[in-house]
């Protein structure tokens, strides 16, 4: 019977197979040759003290003892051409999750994608950083796979009481993705990896029945007697459905307006606001690993920070080790940062958001806008960015230090964000009351983590895009509009996920919640 061990080895131990053998030779008390296999169940590193440790969870396999390496395997999906259809608005991770779920369950997805296929979309990635053009339908948050896709692709959830975290993690494993991220603590597939998955998944649903239609955007949803009709198109072209789930992601905000303008319920939901700070690696490396080199068997340290200031938390959000800072507008006239990492996270610098929860109260400015002040709240700080950097997609920069001393820097160097910088006092970005939670939190940030608060950090501003300014509201059991039948808000734009794997399952549930009716 294979034996299970839990344990702290060095990371040079960890990382070679050899060398762990020997070493479980030792805990077990047999030869090592007789070790067969050593499977790696968890993975997790522990930097607390000076020397650091990796935690192991493994299966130690003796001779003779039978091991078969575990395949995982697709699900069965039966197919679906001829089968009922349910519109699945938005390709991001909650949709395309949500049309695998209905085809297994026999029913059939017409997914609607405003933006492009996700190798498409590369050019206008392209566009907006060398050339600061933004094309609304196809950017870093809209296209084929959703915001995720091109900026990071972190696995990484606290939503396990939300549903099966694991099933996700295995279903991309069969879709191709590495074995590794079932073991890591902090699992990543990388922005390099993650489209030809994307793509994977794209080619099943339409392999199995199911259609994908590309810059397709939504215009407008019939309603009739309070019930889901169908939807229009762009193109004026009419698709008729009476389920249809909404999984438009955080961003898009026509479909907030759309639905303020049919008198759809909706409301103002709080979320969190900040910039992106970018430090060397090494730097970060140095400060929690203790050590001037990090060797070559521990990967780029990762950071998480939250304080309480002024009653407000602040906190680390989407830290990318080994990253770049992205150009995430999805209109002309903003400027929006955002953060990613390839799979090896082998970049020169670490970056993340660093955010301030915001209250419903801060948006009164705007309370004009009804349901939508919270997203006027948020376009006014994009918009005043991107006039204070030259009406480029160059965004707002300062050195941390100078910004906690009201400092206009003098010099800014070249960071990761290609569009280029512009020195700005930050201060003129954001409200007086952000601009002071943000200057007092980076000073005790900079307690916490000696070496943090330095001026080879370089702030971008704004980090706005943290979650939807919106919530569309649904039952807690069928997962239905409180108003409209056959309307289910999903993932991140109806404000019920926060990231790639929530935003999955919570695409399931939704799938799973329609079929229960039509079944």
Request: hydrophobic share 35%; charged share 25%.
């Given at each position: 019977?294979?034996?299970?061990?839990?344990?702290?080895?060095?990371?040079?131990?960890?990382?070679?197979?050899?060398?762990?053998?020997?070493?479980?030779?030792?805990?077990?008390?047999?030869?090592?040759?007789?070790?067969?296999?050593?499977?790696?169940?968890?993975?997790?590193?522990?930097?607390?003290?000076?020397?650091?440790?990796?935690?192991?969870?493994?299966?130690?396999?003796?001779?003779?003892?039978?091991?078969?390496?575990?395949?995982?395997?697709?699900?069965?999906?039966?197919?679906?051409?001829?089968?009922?259809?349910?519109?699945?608005?938005?390709?991001?991770?909650?949709?395309?999750?949500?049309?695998?779920?209905?085809?297994?369950?026999?029913?059939?997805?017409?997914?609607?994608?405003?933006?492009?296929?996700?190798?498409?979309?590369?050019?206008?990635?392209?566009?907006?950083?060398?050339?600061?053009?933004?094309?609304?339908?196809?950017?870093?948050?809209?296209?084929?796979?959703?915001?995720?896709?091109?900026?990071?692709?972190?696995?990484?959830?606290?939503?396990?009481?939300?549903?099966?975290?694991?099933?996700?993690?295995?279903?991309?494993?069969?879709?191709?993705?590495?074995?590794?991220?079932?073991?890591?603590?902090?699992?990543?597939?990388?922005?390099?990896?993650?489209?030809?998955?994307?793509?994977?998944?794209?080619?099943?649903?339409?392999?199995?029945?199911?259609?994908?239609?590309?810059?397709?955007?939504?215009?407008?949803?019939?309603?009739?007697?309070?019930?889901?009709?169908?939807?229009?198109?762009?193109?004026?072209?009419?698709?008729?459905?009476?389920?249809?789930?909404?999984?438009?992601?955080?961003?898009?905000?026509?479909?907030?307006?759309?639905?303020?303008?049919?008198?759809?319920?909706?409301?103002?939901?709080?979320?969190?606001?900040?910039?992106?700070?970018?430090?060397?690696?090494?730097?970060?490396?140095s400060i929690q690993y203790s050590c001037d080199y990090r060797g070559e068997h521990l990967p780029p340290a990762p950071y998480s920070i939250v304080k309480q200031v002024n009653g407000r938390g602040m906190y680390s959000f989407c830290?990318?080790?080994?990253?770049?800072?992205?150009?995430?507008?999805?209109?002309?006239?903003?400027?929006?940062?955002?953060?990613?990492?390839?799979?090896?996270?082998?970049?020169?610098?670490?970056?993340?958001?660093?955010?301030?929860?915001?209250?419903?109260?801060?948006?009164?400015?705007?309370?004009?806008?009804?349901?939508?002040?919270?997203?006027?709240?948020?376009?006014?700080?994009?918009?005043?960015?991107?006039?204070?950097?030259?009406?480029?997609?160059?965004?707002?920069?300062?050195?941390?230090?100078?910004?906690?001393?009201?400092?206009?820097?003098?010099?800014?160097?070249?960071?990761?964000?290609?569009?280029?910088?512009?020195?700005?006092?930050?201060?003129?970005?954001?409200?007086?009351?952000?601009?002071?939670?943000?200057?007092?939190?980076?000073?005790?940030?900079?307690?916490s983590m000696k070496g943090y608060l330095t001026n080879e950090a370089i702030l971008h501003a704004p980090e706005s895009r943290t979650s939807s300014p919106v919530r569309i509201p649904r039952d807690a059991i069928s997962y239905e509009?409180?108003?409209?039948?056959?309307?289910?808000?999903?993932?991140?734009?109806?404000?019920?996920?926060?990231?790639?794997?929530?935003?999955a399952i919570d695409g399931e549930k939704c799938a799973l919640k329609i079929a229960e009716v039509l079944k």
């Amino acid at each position: 019977m294979p034996q299970e061990l839990l344990l702290q080895v060095s990371p040079e131990i960890a990382s070679n197979e050899s060398l762990l053998k020997d070493y479980l030779s030792k805990q077990i008390k047999v030869s090592a040759k007789d070790i067969q296999h050593v499977a790696i169940l968890k993975r997790s590193i522990d930097a607390r003290q000076k020397a650091i440790k990796i935690n192991l969870k493994v299966l130690i396999y003796l001779k003779g003892e039978p091991f078969k390496e575990h395949k995982i395997e697709l699900p069965d999906y039966k197919n679906v051409s001829s089968a009922q259809e349910v519109i699945v608005v938005g390709a991001g991770p909650a949709g395309l999750f949500a049309a695998l779920q209905l085809i297994e369950l026999g029913l059939k997805p017409i997914v609607i994608e405003r933006g492009k296929d996700v190798r498409g979309r590369r050019r206008d990635l392209k566009a907006i950083n060398r050339d600061h053009i933004v094309d609304e339908d196809s950017n870093y948050c809209f296209g084929e796979g959703g915001a995720g896709t091109y900026s990071d692709g972190k696995l990484y959830t606290r939503s396990k009481k939300r549903g099966d975290v694991t099933r996700i993690l295995e279903l991309l494993v069969a879709f191709g993705a590495s074995g590794d991220i079932l073991v890591d603590a902090h699992p990543h597939i990388g922005t390099n990896k993650l489209p030809q998955i994307i793509q994977d998944i794209r080619e099943k649903i339409i392999e199995r029945g199911g259609k994908v239609l590309f810059e397709t955007r939504v215009t407008d949803i019939l309603i009739k007697n309070n019930e889901v009709e169908g939807i229009v198109t762009q193109k004026g072209d009419t698709i008729l459905a009476n389920k249809l789930i909404l999984a438009t992601g955080h961003s898009a905000r026509d479909i907030f307006e759309l639905l303020d303008r049919k008198k759809v319920l909706i409301e103002a939901k709080p979320f969190a606001l900040g910039v992106r700070a970018e430090h060397p690696q090494s730097l970060i490396d140095s400060i929690q690993y203790s050590c001037d080199y990090r060797g070559e068997h521990l990967p780029p340290a990762p950071y998480s920070i939250v304080k309480q200031v002024n009653g407000r938390g602040m906190y680390s959000f989407c830290m990318c080790p080994g990253g770049v800072i992205a150009p995430c507008a999805t209109s002309p006239g903003e400027v929006v940062t955002n953060g990613w990492s390839p799979s090896k996270r082998d970049q020169a610098t670490a970056n993340s958001g660093i955010v301030i929860e915001l209250k419903l109260e801060d948006f009164k400015p705007f309370e004009k806008f009804g349901a939508l002040a919270g997203m006027e709240f948020q376009k006014s700080i994009e918009q005043k960015a991107w006039h204070l950097a030259g009406q480029t997609q160059k965004v707002p920069a300062q050195r941390m230090v100078d910004f906690t001393q009201n400092k206009v820097s003098s010099s800014i160097p070249k960071t990761s964000y290609v569009p280029g910088t512009t020195s700005v006092e930050m201060g003129q970005v954001f409200p007086g009351f952000l601009s002071q939670i943000l200057r007092e939190g980076f000073t005790e940030f900079g307690k916490s983590m000696k070496g943090y608060l330095t001026n080879e950090a370089i702030l971008h501003a704004p980090e706005s895009r943290t979650s939807s300014p919106v919530r569309i509201p649904r039952d807690a059991i069928s997962y239905e509009h409180l108003q409209i039948k056959g309307l289910y808000p999903c993932g991140e734009g109806a404000g019920y996920a926060g990231g790639i794997i929530s935003a999955a399952i919570d695409g399931e549930k939704c799938a799973l919640k329609i079929a229960e009716v039509l079944k």
